[in-house]
């Protein structure tokens, strides 16, 4: 979303001195978080505090954009993905605790993840998969 703000909206608009500062002020959270939370959690400390740095940023980007992007927009843009991601999420999480080779397994966790999230977004008729997967599946529209 931050990415896509910047480029469609913030640098188009000659407003990237703006969003510099929101980018700084990630940088700051980041730094502090890491400094609290990687003694504590170690590399899971780093992680969160960058996921909570990048949020900072979106959520600037988006309360900052002038209506551009509303928080409501992104909740019914990213809703069916998300239950599609969680959905598939556990399905690969379970498939981690299979018994053989760990290439083998990493390999059924990529593709069984890459099948089920797309079945799941067609069952769930998100308009962007659908949109997308008749795109490419022409003669199926026959």
């Known amino acids: ?7 469609h909206y913030y640098t188009p608009s000659g407003r990237r001195a703006q969003i510099t500062w929101y980018i ?8 502090l978080l890491n400094l609290l939370w990687i003694p ?15 949020l900072l ?3 600037l980007y988006v ?4 209506s551009y992007m509303t928080v409501s927009l992104l909740v019914q843009c990213g809703a069916k993905k998300c239950l599609a ?15 053989g080779y760990p290439v083998l397994i990493l390999a059924a966790q990529i593709s069984g993840g890459v099948v089920l999230y797309l079945l799941a977004l067609i069952l769930l008729k998100d308009s962007w998969t ?6 490419v599946t022409p003669f199926w529209n026959r």
């Open 1 to 7: 979303v931050s990415n896509c703000l910047d480029s």
């Open 24 to 31: 700084i002020m990630g940088a700051v959270l980041n730094l």
């Open 40 to 54: 504590l959690w170690k590399s899971i400390g780093a992680a969160l505090a960058s996921v909570a740095a990048e």
């Open 57 to 59: 940023v979106t959520a």
């Open 63 to 66: 309360c900052h954009c002038d």
């Open 85 to 99: 991601g969680c959905i598939m999420f556990v399905a690969v999480w379970h498939m981690g605790n299979w018994q």
């Open 130 to 135: 659908l949109t997308a997967f008749h795109a």
